[in-house]
C-alpha cells in the first residue's frame, strides 16, 4: 500500500470513433485527452512505458464475432503494455515495480492488479515483454512446436519471417535441428535479413513473383512444417509443396485482414489428401502453460546469442495510430512497439 504522490491529472488516449471498412483510416480514431482516475481497491496506476501494435487488433475494429470482444466505439482502446506502477492499492504491487497488462493505446492506466503481472526490468529490457519473451514469442514457441509438431529433420517454411512472430518461428526452427528454414517477406532488404542475419536457409520477396513458384525454387524438397502468418496465395503455395504428413499451423492471415469479401479458399485443398497434410489454427491464449519452459529455452537462446530479435521502435503516443497502421503496410522488422 503507498501514500498517494503527485499525480497526473490527465493523459492522452487512443479512441476507437468509427469501424473501418477496408483499410482503417486516421479519421476512424481519435487522440484524447482523458482524466486519469485515481485507482480503486485491488487496482494500481500505470505510466506506461511500452505499448504493444498487433495485426490481430484490426479484428477487434470489426464488431464481428470472433475470439475476443470487439473494441467498443468512443471508448479506449486496448493492448499489451508494460509501464511503471504509480500507486498501487493491491497486495505484492509496490509503487515502482513494472507491470505487463492489457491497457495500452494510453499514456496512464487504471489496471485491475489481477490483469498485471509484474516483470523485471534488470532481466531483460522491458519491450522485450511484449515481444520476444512476450505474446509474439510465445506464439511462435506454441505455434512451431506443439500445433504444427515440429520435429528434428523437418523442413519449415514460415511467411511473415522477418516480423515479431515469423523470425522468432524460423530461428526456433533451426535451433531445433531444422533441415532447411525458408521465409517469405516483404522487402529485399527483409529477405537479406533473414539468410544473413537470422540463419534462415533461403528466403523470398513474396513481392518479386508468384509465390508458389518462389516457393518451389526455394524448398525444391518440399516442406514438412508451413507456418502461416498471412494466407492467401502463401496458403495455396505451401499445400502445394507440402510433403506427406506435412502439417499447418495457421497463425495469421494478415493479406485479407482488410479485405471487404471473403477471399477465394486454396484451390489446391485436395492435396491433403495424397499427402495425409495436416492443417490446424492456433490461438497463442490457449499455450499459456508453456510460459515458463518458453522463457527458459527462449531467453538461453537470446543470452548465447543464438537467438537474435529486432524491434522497430516509434515514440509517442501521438504516433501509436501510425505504428498501427506501419504493422499493416509492413514498415516494421521484427516487433512494432510504441516508446511513450
Ligand atoms: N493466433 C495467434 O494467437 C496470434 C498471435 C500473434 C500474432 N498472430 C498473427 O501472426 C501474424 C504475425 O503477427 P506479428 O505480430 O508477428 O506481426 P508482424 O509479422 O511483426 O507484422 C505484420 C507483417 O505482416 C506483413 N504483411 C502485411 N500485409 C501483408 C500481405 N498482404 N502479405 C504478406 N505479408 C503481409 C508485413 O511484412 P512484409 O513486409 O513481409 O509484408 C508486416 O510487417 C499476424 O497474422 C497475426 O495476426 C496470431
Same mark, same amino acid.
Given at each position: 500500500?503507498?501514500?498517494?504522490?503527485?499525480?497526473?491529472?490527465?493523459?492522452?488516449?487512443?479512441?476507437?470513433?468509427?469501424?473501418?471498412?477496408?483499410?482503417?483510416?486516421?479519421?476512424?480514431?481519435?487522440?484524447?485527452?482523458?482524466?486519469?482516475?485515481?485507482?480503486?481497491?485491488?487496482?494500481?496506476?500505470?505510466?506506461?512505458?511500452?505499448?504493444?501494435?498487433?495485426?490481430?487488433?484490426?479484428?477487434?475494429?470489426?464488431?464481428?464475432?470472433?475470439?475476443?470482444?470487439?473494441?467498443?466505439?468512443?471508448?479506449?482502446?486496448?493492448?499489451?503494455?508494460?509501464?511503471?506502477?504509480?500507486?498501487?492499492?493491491?497486495?505484492?504491487?509496490?509503487?515502482?515495480?513494472?507491470?505487463?497488462?492489457?491497457?495500452?493505446?494510453?499514456?496512464?492506466?487504471?489496471?485491475?492488479?489481477?490483469?498485471? !503481472?509484474?516483470?523485471?526490468? =534488470? %532481466? +531483460? *529490457?522491458?519491450?522485450?515483454? #511484449?515481444?520476444? $519473451?512476450?505474446? &509474439?514469442?510465445?506464439?511462435?514457441?506454441?505455434?512451431?512446436?506443439?500445433?504444427?509438431?515440429?520435429?528434428?529433420?523437418?523442413?519449415?517454411?514460415?511467411?511473415?519471417?522477418?516480423?515479431?512472430?515469423?523470425?522468432?518461428?524460423?530461428?526456433?526452427?533451426?535451433?531445433?535441428?531444422?533441415?532447411?528454414?525458408?521465409?517469405?517477406?516483404?522487402?529485399?532488404?527483409?529477405?537479406?535479413?533473414?539468410?544473413?542475419?537470422?540463419?534462415?536457409?533461403?528466403?523470398?520477396?513474396?513481392?518479386?513473383?508468384?509465390?508458389?513458384?518462389?516457393?518451389?525454387?526455394?524448398?525444391?524438397?518440399?516442406?514438412?512444417?508451413?507456418?502461416?502468418?498471412?494466407?492467401?496465395?502463401?496458403?495455396?503455395?505451401?499445400?502445394?509443396?507440402?510433403?506427406?504428413?506435412?502439417?499447418?499451423?495457421?497463425?495469421?492471415?494478415?493479406? !485479407?485482414?482488410?479485405?471487404? =469479401? %471473403? +477471399? *477465394?479458399?486454396?484451390?489446391? #485443398?485436395?492435396? $491433403?489428401?495424397? &499427402?495425409?497434410?495436416?492443417?490446424?489454427?492456433?490461438?497463442?491464449?490457449?499455450?499459456?502453460?508453456?510460459?515458463?519452459?518458453?522463457?527458459?529455452?527462449?531467453?538461453?537462446?537470446?543470452?548465447?546469442?543464438?537467438?537474435?530479435?529486432?524491434?522497430?521502435?516509434?515514440?509517442?503516443?501521438?504516433?501509436?495510430?501510425?505504428?498501427?497502421?506501419?504493422?499493416?503496410?509492413?514498415?516494421?522488422?521484427?516487433?512494432?512497439?510504441?516508446?511513450?
Amino acid at each position: 500500500m503507498s501514500e498517494t504522490p503527485q499525480l497526473p491529472s490527465t493523459g492522452r488516449e487512443w479512441h476507437l470513433v468509427s469501424r473501418p471498412v477496408g483499410w482503417p483510416q486516421p479519421s476512424d480514431f481519435a487522440l484524447v485527452e482523458a482524466e486519469v482516475r485515481q485507482p480503486g481497491p485491488g487496482e494500481v496506476l500505470v505510466r506506461n512505458a511500452y505499448v504493444s501494435v498487433d495485426p490481430y487488433m484490426r479484428g477487434r475494429m470489426s464488431a464481428a464475432k470472433s475470439y475476443v470482444a470487439p473494441f467498443e466505439l468512443g471508448e479506449t482502446m486496448q493492448g499489451g503494455a508494460v509501464g511503471e506502477v504509480l500507486v498501487s492499492n493491491a497486495e505484492g504491487i509496490e509503487p515502482g515495480d513494472f507491470v505487463l497488462h492489457f491497457l495500452g493505446w494510453r499514456e496512464y492506466a487504471v489496471v485491475d492488479a489481477k490483469q498485471a !503481472v509484474k516483470v523485471d526490468p =534488470e %532481466a +531483460a *529490457p522491458l519491450s522485450t515483454y #511484449l515481444g520476444v $519473451l512476450g505474446m &509474439t514469442g510465445l506464439t511462435a514457441y506454441a505455434g512451431l512446436l506443439r500445433t504444427a509438431s515440429f520435429k528434428e529433420g523437418d523442413s519449415v517454411f514460415v511467411s511473415g519471417a522477418a516480423g515479431a512472430v515469423g523470425s522468432q518461428v524460423g530461428q526456433i526452427a533451426r535451433l531445433k535441428g531444422a533441415s532447411r528454414v525458408i521465409g517469405s517477406a516483404g522487402s529485399d532488404e527483409k529477405v537479406k535479413l533473414l539468410v544473413e542475419e537470422y540463419g534462415f536457409d533461403a528466403a523470398f520477396n513474396y513481392k518479386n513473383g508468384p509465390v508458389a513458384q518462389q516457393l518451389r525454387e526455394a524448398a525444391p524438397d518440399g516442406v514438412d512444417v508451413y507456418f502461416d502468418n498471412v494466407g492467401g496465395d502463401h496458403l495455396e503455395a505451401a499445400i502445394g509443396q507440402l510433403n506427406r504428413d506435412g502439417r499447418i499451423a495457421i497463425c495469421g492471415m494478415i493479406s !485479407v485482414y482488410n479485405n471487404t =469479401e %471473403a +477471399a *477465394p479458399g486454396p484451390r489446391n #485443398l485436395a492435396r $491433403l489428401i495424397q &499427402t495425409r497434410g495436416r492443417i490446424q489454427g492456433l490461438l497463442v491464449g490457449d499455450h499459456y502453460d508453456l510460459q515458463p519452459e518458453f522463457v527458459r529455452e527462449v531467453g538461453g537462446w537470446i543470452r548465447s546469442g543464438e537467438l537474435k530479435y529486432t524491434e522497430t521502435v516509434v515514440e509517442g503516443i501521438e504516433n501509436n495510430l501510425e505504428a498501427f497502421f506501419g504493422v499493416l503496410r509492413g514498415d516494421n522488422i521484427g516487433k512494432m512497439i510504441v516508446k511513450l
